[in-house]
Nanobody, 119 residues
């Protein structure tokens, strides 16, 4: 059973960098044809896809974030990390890590982590 767990700060100040980690257990981030996605849901709004890390190390980012995102991985720790720079209160959201086991098939999700951007 694959399990995903997000971790990171609950509170970030405006203009700082948000860093979140998705730790994967029960499966490898190197498994062929899997993608690890970051998705967020701001309060009162629908989910927003941020980007993903492919099993082969390639990444794809949502251009609406205007190059503020970096997605990396640590294969020794089986972790995928999201960095979001220059955060504003509009980045306040629940952030989720989700595995895509097939095209648009999100088969495993983390529980999500609430991040608030406030001074």
């Amino acid at each position: 059973q694959v399990q995903l767990q997000e971790s990171g700060p609950d509170l970030v100040k405006p203009s700082q960098t948000l860093s979140l980690t998705c730790t994967v257990s029960g499966g490898s981030i190197l498994t062929a044809n899997t993608f690890y996605n970051w998705i967020r849901q701001p309060p009162g709004k629908g989910p927003e896809w941020i980007g993903n890390m492919h099993y082969d190390g390639n990444t794809v980012h949502n251009p609406s974030f205007k190059s503020r995102t970096t997605i990396s991985r640590d294969t020794s720790q089986n972790q995928v990390t999201l960095q979001l720079i220059s955060v504003t209160p509009e980045d306040t959201a629940v952030y989720y890590c989700a595995r895509e086991g097939g095209p648009y098939e999100y088969d495993y999700w983390g529980q999500g982590t609430q991040v608030t951007v406030s001074s």
